[in-house]
């Protein structure tokens, strides 16, 4: 009798997790910037057949880009103001679905990771972070000594770890996914590469629930990053010192 009310409650939890599932919205988002030569070596192992809603929020591109993308039938989104900050806020905006999935086709991120991101956000986690500095991941300077961009990402985590009190392995990575709602609480308003990092901080903030999986990330495939390190490190230390200074006014 005991086993058969138990069996009930879990098949009655699995089922109100089904169709939660089955009823939720998936938005993909290709952030571009003249990524052409990764775009074309990815285009077809993006799984747009598994989400709801597919498309490119670009800033100004002009090496095919943006004709690639029609050419597969992928809505583009034009982006006036430069930088992923503003990218990230212009897809939040224009998608209709539940979840906001942000995928780069540089050639670092494996489109393979995409249905994890989504699993996660199934399990009832708010942001999910595919991490590249965790057991099992592997980042771009593993095989180096010096790894000067490692380490400035994994010192950055630690502050956040430490000052925000959370666990996180990759605070910065920009290969993550998160629940609409999630985003709209976070209210982040950071400029360029430093929005990954406040989006992460806030979350902590707010006690979001956050799952990180490891990621193999692989080198750039062409084009040229325009992630330049010292502008970057210092709006990444610019919005650490900012949320400090502000807590949870935001
Ligand atoms: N929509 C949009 N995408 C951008 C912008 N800037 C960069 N991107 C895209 O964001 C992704 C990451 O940019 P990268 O310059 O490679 O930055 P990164 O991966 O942090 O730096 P690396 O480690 O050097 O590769 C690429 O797909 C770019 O095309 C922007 O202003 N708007
Ligand atoms: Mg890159």
């Known amino acids: 009798m005991r086993t058969s009310y138990r069996s009930l409650v879990y098949a009655s939890v699995t089922l109100s997790n089904l169709s ?15 990524e052409i030569a990764g775009l074309r070596n990815l285009i077809s192992s993006i799984p747009t057949e598994s989400v709801s809603e597919c498309f490119a929020v670009d800033y100004q591109s002009h090496d095919g880009t943006v004709e690639l993308f029609r050419k597969h039938h992928i809505r583009v989104v034009p982006q006036t103001k430069p930088g992923r900050g503003e990218a990230f806020r212009i897809a939040a905006r224009e998608a209709r679905g539940d979840y906001l999935i942000f995928f780069s086709p540089d050639g670092n991120e494996d489109p393979r990771d995409i249905p994890k991101l989504i699993q996660y956000l199934d399990q009832g986690y708010d942001m999910a972070i595919a991490s590249r500095f965790m057991k099992g991941s592997k980042n771009e300077e593993d095989d180096q000594t010096i790894k000067l961009r490692a380490w400035a990402n994994q010192g950055f985590t630690l502050l956040a770890n430490i000052f925000f009190r959370g ?23 950071a400029e360029g590469f430093a929005i990954e990092y406040q989006m ?38 610019g919005i650490f010192l900012n949320e400090l200074r502000m807590g949870n006014n935001f």
């Open 167 to 189: 666990h996180l392995t990759d605070s910065i990575n920009g290969y993550r996914a998160l629940t609409r709602n999630a985003f709209k609480r976070l209210h982040v308003n």
């Open 200 to 237: 992460s901080i806030r979350a902590l903030k707010l006690r979001m629930k956050i799952a990180e999986f490891p990621t193999r990330e692989s080198p750039r495939i062409g084009g040229a990053s325009t992630a330049y390190a010292i502008p970057t490190g210092l709006k990444v230390l």
């Open 20 to 34: 939660t599932n089955m009823t939720r919205k998936t938005s993909l988002i290709i952030l571009t910037r003249n």
